[in-house]
């Protein structure tokens, strides 16, 4: 029981720093785009990663037990806090870099996000959804 | 990642250019004398209507001040010269307020229709009844940029050295391709022109004071530099929450260039080009950005921007200070 509250607090504080950081990013950014056009891209790079842990979590929630999964060790979950921290820093270093000038353009933010997105995030996605079973093995616990 | 960090170094390189190219000084100029060149220009006029008949005289003009519908372009002449005084002309155009004046560049999309201007399907626009007497011989053609305002002055000057020689031009343009303009006297364009172009600058530094409400100086906080340079006067402008034209949240970068110009016959202008307008979305209060911009052509508020600079410019000239009696 203390396993499974734990986990269900962890995904909630994944998706509550996600949509905190993407909304940040949508009113951020929105003063400092030029072209509707890439301030449209470079949210939308943001949405795929984000809808998969909002999906995730709210489909577990939604089985009336909470998120639950395969037992997993201390390594894992250190492991996973150490990408999801690096994944933070990654989509951080992308917006301070624009804000400081070392991207200099901003035809240049969309390809940013989404490399830091695909990179981290689909890491991070993977653990994700093995953490919170949603795997075939699940099914059997 | 690597390109990213060469931008601000390529951006400076840019900068620098231009001004390492020029080796040669204003003191070489041909002093300008507008009584001759006034005379020339009406000449060719008349030859132009046919009115003034004079074999000399035609040879001298045609297509020298008259180039197409449009008038003829600004800092461009043609040459073709005969190998065998090519030297004469090198040495002739080291004295002459030439800028730049080489072989024509086939790799050049503008210079490419001048490399054979003998061969091929006649003449290239603007060479009719100059290319014929070269016919059969070895030569070399060369494209050129002037100081502004001199095109017919050294046209002329080509023309008179190498006779038979030498088939020299200045380029047209098409009709409606031109940049905005305000008309000059003949006094005006030959007082701006041989100033350099420097007897512009107080009144159009008053005019971007009164238009941006802000001093025109450069600091971290705004970019207002108006130079003479070449026979130019060039304004690099950069401001913050749309000081230009009222985009609020976004910084508004724009480049002009004055320059006195004689498209035809006795017709002076002043130009006022503006090849660069830009904005960019970022907060009024932050560091001034440096690249980022996304350009605008044809934007209204910047056309408007530039009609009230040449509004003002207009007043300062009609007052009579500059090439006044």
Redesign the interface.
Known sequence: MYQRSARALFALLVVIVHVAFVSFCAVYLQ?????IETYVSTIAVFLPVFGIYVGVVVKSVGLGKGPRGRKVSGLFLALMSILFVAYVAGNGFVLWSY?T??????D?LPAAVSLVESAFGGFFTTLFLTLFGQGQDAERD | MPDLSIRPFAAALCLALPSCGIAQSLSDITPFDPAVMHRTARYCERHWNEIYDDPRLSELCVGSFLCGDGGCETGTVIAVVARSREEEMRTLLARLPVEDMTPCDPGDPYERQYVDPLGGDGAPFGFNGQTEKLEGREVVPYCGKTLPGYEADVVVALRQMGGDDIAAIRRGIGAGAMPAQLRLTAPQFAAIRDAGALPLRAPLVAALETATGLPCETTARQTCAVTAERGRLKARLLFPDGALTGRAGHWEEAYLELYPTNPSGDLYELSVDMPITAIRRWPGDRRKPVDGFQSLDRDGGFAAFRQGLMSAVSDALEDGRIGGE
Do not use: A, M, V
């Not at chain 1, 000038?101 to 901003?106: C, H, N, Q, Y």
């Open positions: 003063s400092r785009i030029t072209k804000e000038g070392f991207i200099g353009s901003e240049l």
